[in-house]
């Protein structure tokens, strides 16, 4: 009697053995319907999934315009008016020197400063 | 030993591009094999709760971990998962035994008279066979006897033997999931299935 007779022999009583009661066949279709319900399932949507997920930590689209868009623009806002401010005393500054070598009204250290006199002596100026 | 659970020894003609499983593949699948992954684990753990819990086990990993696969490498990723999860459980087995065995040692107030044999009996897994219908119980009592030798068989070759011919693995895939040569499955098969034939010609059946 040869490996394989006696295999498919004993195979055809173990699938005889196979009728089980109703209680074991119920406990192993929940498991089989638990199992189901968690299936892994992989779709070309997953990218987008992601990308949702991640919108979805920050509370979804409605609460991102708050959240995030709001802030970053005052900030733009604000570096923007800093920088024209600072540009502006610039200015003040320059206008109130030209003001003060055109009237005469300089202070007198500022002829015994020898890099001011090299600095009126410039063509430039 | 048994390797661990990924799919990167599958065979090629398994990895090929296939479609994923579906849901309905999914439990086509599972629907056709709980039956016999609960007999496989009954023969190895002899406990109908562990085994169900077993099967319960297996079949949730492969949906969780596995769910996206082709539905041809599932077969296969179901087998390995059962035998890793029957592997753990005798592995937990062993660890409370010897624990229980130690705090039994240490505490002197357990009376063994308290313990009733009855009990133990109860638990028996093959008592089932014997509240089945008179004209049934021959054919039975064969199915009986093959199932019973089959849990004497030493793991290995019993392990070798199901996945083979019962589920019908071919014997690189055997090997695979067992973690040994293609060898060693070869004889594990021949020496469970001559070992059968043997044991049954002694009770008188001829397969």
Known sequence: MNEQHIAYRIKQYLNQGL???????A???????QALASQRVESPAAALAWAGNV????????SLIPRVLLPTAVLILGLIAINQWRDSQQAVEIEEIDAAVLTGDLPLDAYLDKGFDAWLKRPSH | MITSGNCSNLPQAAKKEAPLASRNELSEFLAGVERRAYKQALFAVRNDENALDIVQDSMLKLAQKYGDKPAAELPMLFQRILQNTIRDFYRRQKVRSLWTTLLSALSPGRDEDESDPLETLESEPDSKFGENPADRLERYQVVELIEKEIKR???RQRQAFLLRY?????V???ATIMGCSQGSVKTHCSRAAHALAAVLRTRGIEL
């Open chain 1, 19 to 25: 009728d089980l009661d109703s209680a074991r066949l």
């Open chain 1, 27 to 33: 406990r192993l279709k929940s498991a089989r319907d």
């Open chain 1, 55 to 62: 919108i979805g930590r920050f509370g979804g689209p409605a």
């Open chain 2, 153 to 155: 068989l030493p793991p």
């Open chain 2, 166 to 170: 019962w589920e019908e693995l071919d």
């Open chain 2, 172 to 174: 690189a895939e055997t």
